[in-house]
């Protein structure tokens, strides 16, 4: 299935704060590695699997199981926009 995620792409988040730190690097071979956090504090780097549920949307899937799930995604300009656990969020889309 095909996504509207560009291969070997990196995702920043457009945080509403200056603090958060959200970075994700889809790779081809079905693996996103992942940053989240906050700047200047604590941050985890993970390694997902992900999985396409349809063109628009998308599972991220972790050690326990699945960690997120993004739907309703599209492209306007660089971002990325979806929504996760019912609220909208916003990606900027970097080579």
């Known amino acids: 299935m095909h996504s509207i995620i560009p291969a070997e792409s990196r995702l ?3 945080a509403d704060s200056d603090s958060e730190v959200e970075t994700y690097w ?5 693996f996103v590695r992942a940053i989240t956090g906050v700047s200047d504090g ?3 780097a993970p390694l997902f699997r ?5 063109e628009d949307s998308i599972e ?3 050690h326990d199981g699945v960690a997120g799930t993004w739907t309703g995604m599209r492209i306007e300009g660089d ?3 979806a929504e996760r656990a019912g609220k909208p969020v ?4 970097e080579a």
């Open 12 to 14: 920043q988040l457009v």
């Open 26 to 30: 889809f790779q081809s071979n079905g």
């Open 42 to 44: 604590p941050v985890c």
């Open 50 to 54: 992900y999985r396409f549920l349809s």
């Open 60 to 62: 991220l899937i972790g």
């Open 79 to 81: 971002l990325l926009r």
């Open 90 to 93: 916003a990606f900027r889309i």
